[in-house]
Nanobody, 115 residues
Framework: QEQLLETGGGFAQAGESLRLSCSTS????????MGWFRQAPGKRRELVAT???????SYSNSVQGRFTISRDAAKNTVSLQMDNLKPEDTAVYLC?????????WGQGIQVTVSS
């Protein structure tokens, strides 16, 4: 079974930074668009950021200018640098890979931001 393994996350105060990483197999990573989603309690899962295999990035309006997504082909890893965190960023963050109609999800990792 293919796996996406998320690391990082945890607790931060408003204005601080955290970094998430997601590693997977070379077979998945090579041609997939990698992304991060998040889901807060009682809310729908929402897209945070994506990066294509060619390095094209996109962000949700809520994180634009504060979060940076990147990918490292040597490590088959996608990372999300989260700066200037806000309490409303509190959620479970999930790594996602998508290639055509095939996608995989990580287990999710908690990020909690206090005011």
């Amino acid at each position: 079974q293919e796996q996406l393994l998320e690391t990082g996350g945890g607790f931060a105060q408003a204005g601080e930074s955290l970094r998430l990483s997601c590693s997977t197999s070379a077979r998945i990573f090579r041609d997939s668009t990698m992304g991060w989603f998040r889901q807060a309690p009682g809310k729908r899962r929402e897209l945070v950021a994506t990066i294509t295999s060619g390095g094209i990035r996109s962000y949700s309006n809520s994180v634009q200018g504060r979060f940076t997504i990147s990918r490292d082909a040597a490590k088959n890893t996608v990372s999300l640098q989260m700066d200037n965190l806000k309490p409303e960023d509190t959620a479970v963050y999930l790594c996602n890979s998508r290639e055509h109609c095939v996608q995989y999800w990580g287990q999710g990792i908690q990020v909690t931001v206090s005011s």
